[in-house]
């Protein structure tokens, strides 16, 4: 696996950059939002990688950083979701517009992104809802800069509440993965170790 690649832009093309490095230039497709931050050609860049393994094919796809690579991995997951169809909802959306839309079933606004019919936001929703709900939290909490870890523990029940649970289990499960993993602190991995915890109690 290529983690990321880093070099000298050499060509910028409208959905691939071609990366000098080592005497080998890789071409790497990317979304619009990170073409739209790329450097001068000529300068360094780093790109951080997933490499797309098919028998007549290896195709590289780059992002400005991994939050974009996470959430570009998680839409291919989903069935009907390919790596062109990804990045054009990756130059559509942030990951943390993204997510919040995802998380908060909201259909209408993933159908705005073009390719994206009915059936395929829905199936986002219901294959991505609990992943990209921790992610869109994560991201809420990281905007407050609350690292506090009681703080932590109520962003996190509000999380599950979110998604459906009630108040006094969403506690119940957040205050025991807190006490069994005093080692967490952050908001993104509790949600989901909390919502292991209910999966496995249903």
């Given at each position: 696996m290529i983690a990321h690649v880093a070099g000298e832009l050499a060509v910028s093309a409208e959905d691939y950059v071609v990366v000098s490095a080592g005497g080998i230039g890789y071409k790497i497709f990317v979304p619009g939002s990170t073409q739209a931050g790329l450097p001068a050609a000529g300068e360094k860049i780093r790109l951080f990688t997933y490499l797309h393994v098919?028998?007549?094919?290896?195709?590289?796809?780059?992002?400005?950083?991994?939050?974009?690579?996470?959430?570009?991995?998680?839409?291919?997951?989903?069935?009907?979701?390919?790596?062109?169809?990804?990045l054009a909802i990756l130059s559509a959306m942030s990951p943390e517009s993204l997510a919040q839309a995802v998380a908060g079933e909201d259909v209408k606004t993933i159908q705005r992104i073009p390719g994206i019919g009915a059936k395929t936001a829905q199936r986002m929703v219901l294959e991505l809802k609990e992943k990209m709900a921790a992610l869109a939290w994560a991201h809420k909490v990281e905007q407050k800069a609350r690292p506090e870890r009681g703080s932590a523990l109520e962003d996190v029940i509000e999380g599950l509440v979110a998604l459906g649970y009630s108040r006094p289990d969403a506690r119940r499960a957040a205050e025991t993965v807190l006490k069994d993993r005093p080692d967490l602190t952050d908001p993104r991995t509790i949600l989901r170790a909390a919502l292991q915890s209910l999966g496995r109690q249903s």
């Open positions: 098919r028998e007549d094919a290896l195709t590289l796809y780059g992002f400005s950083d991994t939050e974009q690579q996470e959430v570009f991995e998680l839409l291919i997951g989903v069935s009907g979701i390919g790596p062109k169809v990804a």
